[in-house]
């Protein structure tokens, strides 16, 4: 069969792709071709040159030139940029020095002239004269005033615009400049912030309402020896003197260098470039330049620091950022990039000097060595080339025995192995693809330096990414980029340089949206022949449910335990079937057990006081048999000898599957507040004892009176009695009535006494089923004479059938004394009007019981209706003001609730109700 024909065999030695190859001499290639080229297909020869040898020399010469430069260049360019990085380093840590000094400076002139303004708010003549009504300042105190204001702008008189006291609803009083006195400046920051913090207050930048000018404005509250406010010191600052400071500090970094002062608003507030001493036109209207306003939007992420083009002709400025912490204003600092990196221009051009000198030499040398080298090797590049396209059944007909010819036979042989590789190659792809791609877990290969070489779709969708490729193209820098903490993928490196693989490590990642997820990573290093570290290989799951789930359950565990101790409560689980109980650390330490103890419902019963045991385990009986919630109080007689008082609260918890019941619930020590519960029932005992004896005493030449009337009567009675026995024939009848007469005035004087007795004596309150009615009967005897002598008409409506309440009697009976004496009192002035005072008694709701004392006195001031009830608090001259407070806690301790109402038309009610018996019981509780 006659060999096929086809361009190889018209072309001398080239293929579509450029030479195929040469024989050892002319004679073999022409021979060759007069054979037709029947070997041309299975075999290339080595021959003559091709205009790639050109081509190929041309680029030996560039190559050497490369290798001479780029050193050159290189060693250049870092000394370059390693000068200019250290150059501009220095630039960003003078200029962010020269921002945070600017920023403390204004900082502590703020905060240092709020102080002083604070200072002087203490002064007590700004309190006193603040403190009268306008209609009552002395003349001279405001002369006082005045000068002290005076004298305290002169502290600054340059930059002091003015200093006012306002008073507290922001209208100015007083004022360094008189045109301002009488203006309103409640709607202000500096009044309202001084106010509502009580404190010094800095206001910041303010546009005065009167001559639009700008100034800084200082406040403090002045306040009156009880402490509250009763006006406010402000100082007004211009706004020149920040203008003053900032150019002060201008030449802290160098030449040409200055600052500006930017308000959160993006107002220009200061700017170095101006004069000291009073801003620039349009200071306060211009805002900063658009090239700034985006630098500084991202100032701070990751360094405080930037360049910037404040116009389009400019050159570059650097600039540094510093937050002042007493405002929201930014302090910027900058400086030309042309000042600083001056010395780099005649570094760089001395160094292209050195450059054109060397490319001169290299060049006359790389073109006599390019005719040695580059021949032989242009002879295999047709060859290489075909196959690099993945045409594997060409051969290199081998001629030379140099160098050359053991190369083209290591061709031959790496080109059938390559075939028979790439082969089994594809072959593994096509099965290794199918799982890598349909994997859940996400896989990734990771190169030394964070690239990612290769990733799976879930690998892309673990990180947020739409595909692998998005996501590769995505990240560069894994340990910047991914990882939350880097110092982690800087840990798994030395691992993997140790040749160690990872399992279940679990690091955080960012999303490509930025949010935060955690990972299990598992993987393993590759290196190559010579042990050098190539890249990772592993696998990376989702963990982030799992990790919050966890979390939640470590800080509830970590609170509970932290907060146990703090409120002497804990914790316990009791699971019924088994019988086993748990127990936190408090509730070991409220039962005072070793944490090795075993928690036992025996063990509860044995610490707890013999008194409440039975109590205590009907409890738990009615629980277990009824499956329901329990709530209960006991006391613990503790080893040491000790009584704990206990509040137990538990929820039943009823598994659904399989019927078990669980009770969950806490303990808690209450003794503290059952001892103070006892404390302040006892004082109120004896407080109320003490208020009885001084009722008393206001009482008594009443009760001497009321006492008297039936001691007269008795002796009168007694000497009728005498003479009537002296008679030569006695009455007998008329002795026994007047006998009679004398018993029953011995009957009622004894009842005063019985009742004054009742009241003086200081018994623990004791509490018995009362009728309301009769309380009041009992007590109009010891008012009756008080109301008398004050030509007060007393007059009693007690409604019929009223159901009992639960009561202490003397208490009960303590209260309408001191409401009916208040409403004595309260008539004593009244002269137009007939004094009449009422007690009532009626049936309030349909379980409660209301009594009521009204009188037409004088009424109750509305502006202390508020602290009728607080302790303390009197408006009669000479009181104590208890009375009322005591009579509300007892009223109150009773179940029910006293208060006040003003009369229709003169005069005040106290009313006072009470649960009746049937509602006493849970009132009370």
Request: aromatic share 6%.
């Amino acid at each position: 069969m006659a060999e096929p024909r086809g361009p190889l065999c018209d072309r001398t030695g080239e293929d579509d792709h450029g030479p195929a190859g040469y024989s050892s001499d002319a004679r073999h290639h022409g021979e060759a071709r007069r054979r037709g080229c029947p070997a041309r297909r299975a075999s290339i020869e080595i021959g003559d040159e091709s205009p790639l040898t050109v081509r190929l020399r041309t680029k030996v010469l560039l190559a050497f030139l490369a290798v001479s430069l780029c050193p050159l260049s290189l060693i250049a360019y870092r000394d370059s940029e390693v000068t200019r990085s250290a150059l501009t380093r220095s630039a960003y840590q003078s200029l962010f020095a020269a921002a945070s000094q600017t920023a403390l400076r204004l900082d502590t002139f703020m905060a240092a002239t709020a102080n002083v303004v604070g200072t002087e708010a203490k002064m007590p003549a700004l309190a006193e004269y603040l403190s009268r009504p306008a209609g009552a300042r002395a003349p001279a105190k405001e002369e006082d005033v005045v000068d002290m204001l005076e004298a305290f702008a002169e502290k600054n008189s340059v930059f002091t615009s003015s200093v006012a006291v306002l008073d507290l609803h922001g209208r100015i009083v007083l004022d360094t400049q008189p045109s301002k006195i009488g203006l309103d400046e409640s709607a202000t920051r500096h009044f309202r912030g001084a106010l509502e913090t009580g404190l010094p207050h800095a206001s910041g930048l303010e546009f005065s309402a009167s001559d639009g000018k700008p100034y800084l404005t200082f406040s403090s509250p002045v306040k009156a020896p009880d402490g509250k406010p009763v006006g406010v010191l402000r100082e007004r600052y211009s706004a020149a003197v920040l203008q003053y400071m900032i150019v002060e500090n201008n030449r802290l970094v160098g030449p040409e260098s200055f600052a500006i002062v930017l308000g959160d608003d993006g107002l220009v507030l200061a700017d170095g470039h101006q004069s000291p001493w009073q801003p620039g036109e349009g200071m306060f209207e211009s805002r900063r330049p658009p090239g700034l306003a985006d630098a500084l939007a991202n100032a701070g992420r990751p360094v405080p620091y930037f360049t910037v083009r404040l116009s389009k002709d400019e050159s570059p400025w650097h600039a540094a950022v510093s937050n002042m912490t007493t405002q929201p204003w930014t302090v910027v600092f900058l400086q030309p990039q042309d000042v600083f990196l001056a010395p780099i221009r005649a570094q760089t051009r001395d160094t292209v000097l050195l450059a054109v000198l060397i490319a001169g030499a290299v060049a006359v040398a790389a073109i006599g060595g390019a005719q040695l080298l580059t021949g032989p090797i242009v002879r295999l590049m047709a060859a290489a080339r075909r196959v690099a396209e993945g045409h594997f059944e060409g051969k290199v007909i081998v001629r030379a025995r140099d160098e050359i010819g053991a190369l083209a036979n290591a061709f031959n042989v790496m080109t059938d192995r390559l075939k028979a590789t790439v082969e089994g190659l594809r072959r593994s792809e096509e099965n290794y693809r199918g799982i890598y791609e349909n994997a859940l877990e996400g896989m990734w290969r990771v190169s030394r330096d964070g690239r990612v070489l290769s990733a799976n779709p879930a690998m892309a969708r673990v990180l947020g990414y739409a595909s692998p490729e998005e996501l590769m193209a995505s990240v560069t820098d894994i340990g910047r980029q991914l990882y939350v903490r880097p110092q982690e993928r800087d840990a798994l490196l030395l691992a993997y340089g140790r040749g160690t693989a990872i399992e279940g490590r679990e690091c955080e990642f960012y999303r490509k949206d930025g949010q935060r997820i955690w990972v299990l990573t598992s993987g393993r290093p590759v290196h190559d022949d010579s042990g050098q570290f190539l890249f990772a290989e592993g696998f990376v799951t989702d963990i982030t449910r799992r990790k919050r789930a966890e979390e939640e359950l470590r800080r509830s565990a970590a609170y509970v335990t932290a907060a146990q101790p703090l409120s002497r409560t804990g914790s316990f689980g009791w699971h019924v079937s088994s019988g086993t109980i748990y127990w936190s650390d408090e509730t070991f330490r409220i039962f005072q057990c070793d944490r090795a103890s075993v928690p036992t419902v025996e063990l509860i019963l044995e610490r707890t006081h013999p008194q409440d045991r039975a109590f205590v385990q009907h409890v738990i009986d009615q629980a277990r048999q009824k499956r329901t919630d329990f709530d209960c109080e006991h006391r613990l007689l503790l080893p040491d000898g000790s009584v704990r008082y206990l509040h137990v609260v538990a929820d039943a918890l009823e598994k659904t599957e399989s019927g078990e019941l669980e009770f969950v619930g806490a303990v808690m020590d209450v003794t503290e507040r059952k001892r103070a519960e006892e404390a302040l029932h006892q004082t109120q005992a004896e407080l109320a004892h003490v208020s009885r004896v001084t009722t008393l005493g206001e009482l008594v030449a009443s009760i001497a009176h009321e006492t008297n009337q039936p001691l007269a009567a008795i002796v009168a009675d007694a000497n009728a009695s005498l003479n009537r026995l002296m008679a030569s024939t006695p009455d007998l009848e008329e002795v026994r009535d007047a006998l009679g007469a004398i018993v029953a005035d011995a009957h009622r004087a004894g009842d005063v006494i019985h009742r004054i007795r009742q009241l003086a004596r200081k018994t623990d309150p004791c509490r018995a089923p009362l009728d309301l009615n009769d309380v009041i009967r009992g007590v109009v005897p010891l008012i009756l004479a008080e109301a008398r002598h004050h030509q007060v008409s007393l007059r009693v409506e007690l409604a019929a059938a009223l159901p009992h309440v639960l009561g202490d009697r003397v208490q009960l009976q303590q209260v309408i004394i001191n409401l009916v004496i208040n409403g004595v009192e309260a008539l004593a002035p009244v002269t137009d009007r007939p004094r009449e005072l009422v007690i009532r008694s009626r049936a309030h709701t349909d379980d409660e019981v209301l009594v009521a004392v009204e009188d037409a006195g004088v009424g109750i001031d509305v502006t202390k209706a508020a602290r009728l009830f607080d302790a303390f608090f009197t408006t009669k001259p000479g009181g104590m003001g208890m009375g009322l407070s005591i009579s509300r806690s007892i009223i109150e301790r009773h179940g029910g609730r006293l208060w006040a109402t003003p009369n229709p038309t003169h005069g005040t009610t106290f009313h006072f109700t009470l649960p009746g018996m049937n509602t006493t019981s849970s009132a009370l509780s």
